[in-house]
């Protein structure tokens, strides 16, 4: 059981990762981006052909980062007109594309077959039961050290600036706000993050295939933000983390309830997580960690 | 003698101590537990909840018969979503909470990949039913403990290469579906066809749902091919038939059975379906391991068993481990059982269909050789089975059986 937690509170940091990614584009400025696991399949594939060349694991995940951004501002760039509803469509096309250069580049991501044997740092050297520590521990100071960089951002002018753009992007420009440098930066920074988030997992698990570059994941991130809290990096790390917990506690659903057939154990699941989506949309529109909004100072 | 309200008791008692005496036997023995790990939801879900249904038809018909090795089998079960992600940590919960001693069931040749390293880290068994070539070899079975109950792709295509060589075609193309699949049968093909020295004049790997195929058909037939060998699945191929048929293309085609069956004459027809060559592994349908599992897929899922491929293989899972850790004796580790299954599957012993008998030869000393409701079930050394393929043709609507083809 213990190594089972290990095991799921490493995705469970992953997944905050990637809330605290969503929570920066779309939380703070606005831009709804549907396109996440695109960014995490890139990171991974960068990470794990870099590793796979011979580089370190610390520099494959730098590598990762770095991919991330270059995609990140590609995509800001293809979609500077976009807003909203369109952006979405346009990310959710953006995730569809990785998978499909992932699948026809052969050459590179050996297609449908994915990638096996990707490097896991320490493994040889910690043996099972330690390397899932160790990489637990990894994960989670990266996720501490992210969120408090976040935080810092969020609190200050330039996390301001953003949320001005959010909520009026015609206004923050009025204000002298040069808005298409911040959309860039936000956007690269969010991708960054994302294919970091990649780059771990893919080293956790050392196997990434186009088969992981599922919407699935996505809308697992939407879900958890929005339960945390949209706008504030503490919300986004308790949603990632909620969310997968959550989800790994419905399988326990199977052990409790003898007698039901394994598809109407897998519909429970889902009503479940639905069921868990609705209440708590019901009793707590914004989250449970909502966003906070500093009064403006009294004249 | 009178029989008063103690005599009985006693007489109770007694019975219920001898009625229990065999069961705590078994309790002595821990249960072997088997993680049934399948698609029930997602692209695999025609065939997830089959599959796990027949796990369990199986397991039952196991514990009739007295259990394996002394031992109880007991199943605990979760869902792949047919998603790798989803996978792994279904594959982490039952490895480390339920504390499974094989996983039988995976679908897709993704999720088998991302789940192998759990198995061989946890030093217990996979069994699965994907056909991605990377599964026999390091590092997914470094350690031989994946063993696969479908034909690998690439021995497909070996197969196809085989047929068309005796058929004397000359300029052959290929059309796949783009997934391992369906690449690794047209690979397969084409590797064994240019190992004889010949050509393919084109080859084309197409995107999944496509409402039509027309452009991919058009490239190919460019080539002027005589036959077009595919690594298809039923939507598809009906289309891209359709299509074929529609523009005239005079062509043969070499086609998986998963893809060339009744359905597909009954979606198109005869004539667009006419000297089709459907190419299958032998399924063992006239032997008595076949009947026994179709009889318990009726009972389970109110289909005749032939519907669901995987979910015979499924049971030949149970069945032949099962056999393998009677082998091994009681209390036998992974390595011992692994170390057994090729040598109750293999050929060298006494043919059983069934469990009981398997057991019972096992028991009187007798090498045993398990013939499964999937195939022969005969492993090679990467745990791949390695069966017979039939071929057939399809004329005027039915499949013949012509001959068979050994690889």
Known sequence: MLSYLIFALTIGGIYALLALSLNLVWGSAGMVNLGLA??????????????????????????????GVAV????????????????????????????????????????????????????????????????????????????WMLARLDASPYGRTLKAIREDQELARFAGKPVLRFKYEAFALSAAIAALAGALYAHFQSYFS???????ITIYIFLGLTAGGVGRPAGAVAGGYAVLLFIEATRFAADVLPGLKAVEVAAFREILIGAALLIMLHLKPQGFLPETMPKAPKP | MTIDRRTILQAGAGALALGLAPQGAFAQAEAFRIGALNPVTGAGSPYGSGMAAMI???????????????????????????????????????IEVNKVNAILGTWSSGVSLAVIPLVNDANILLMHTSGAPALSVPPANAKGHGYRFQATNDRFGRAFAEIAVKEGFKR????????????????????????????????????????SYRAEL???M????????????????????????????????????????PQLV?????????????????????????????????????????????AAMTYDMVIALALAIEAAGPGAGTAQINAKIREVSNPGGEKVFTFADGKAALKAGRKINYEGASSVLDFDEFGDVTPDFGVFFITRGKLERRYVVKI
Request: hydrophobic share 50%.
């Open chain 1, 210 to 216: 186009p088969d992981h570059i599922q919407p699935l």
């Open chain 2, 266 to 310: 009954t979606a198109l027809g005869n004539e667009p379906t006419e000297g089709i060559i459907s190419v299958d592994s032998v399924s063992n349908e006239q032997a008595a391991s076949f009947a026994r599992y179709d009889e318990a897929y009726r009972r389970k899922m109110s289909q005749p068993g032939a519907s669901n491929v995987y």
């Open chain 2, 56 to 94: 369990l038809a199986a397991v039952e018909e196991v514990n009739a018969a007295g259990g394996a090795g002394g031992r109880q089998l007991q199943v605990f079960a979760d869902d792949t979503q047919t998603n790798p992600q989803s996978a792994v940590l279904a594959a982490k919960k039952l």
């Open chain 1, 72 to 147: 990140g501002l590609l995509v800001t760039f293809a979609t500077l007109r976009l807003r909203d509803d369109y952006l979405a469509i346009v990310t959710l096309g953006f995730a569809e594309m990785v998978r499909l250069v992932a699948l026809n580049e052969r050459w590179l991501t050996s297609g449908a077959d994915g990638i096996s044997g990707i490097a896991a740092p320490m493994k040889a050297e910690l043996g099972t039961g330690g390397f899932n520590l160790f990489y637990l521990a990894v994960v989670s100071l990266i996720v501490l050290g992210v969120w």
């Open chain 1, 38 to 67: 695109g960014f995490f399949g890139v990171g991974a594939y960068a990470s794990a052909i870099a590793t796979g060349a011979g580089a370190p694991v610390v520099f494959g995940w730098g590598i990762a980062a770095l991919a």
């Open chain 2, 218 to 220: 058009q490239r190919v």
């Open chain 2, 222 to 261: 460019a080539a002027r091919p005589d036959v077009i060998v595919m690594g298809s699945f039923l939507p598809d191929t009906t289309i891209i038939l359709r299509e074929a048929f529609q523009t005239g293309a005079n062509v043969r085609w070499i086609i998986p059975g998963w893809a060339a069956n």
């Open chain 2, 172 to 211: 052959p193309a290929t059309m796949a579906f783009n997934n391992a699949s369906g690449i690794g049968n047209t690979q397969g093909f084409k590797r064994a066809w240019e190992a004889k020295g010949n050509q393919v004049v084109a080859e084309v790997v197409y995107e999944p749902n496509q409402p």
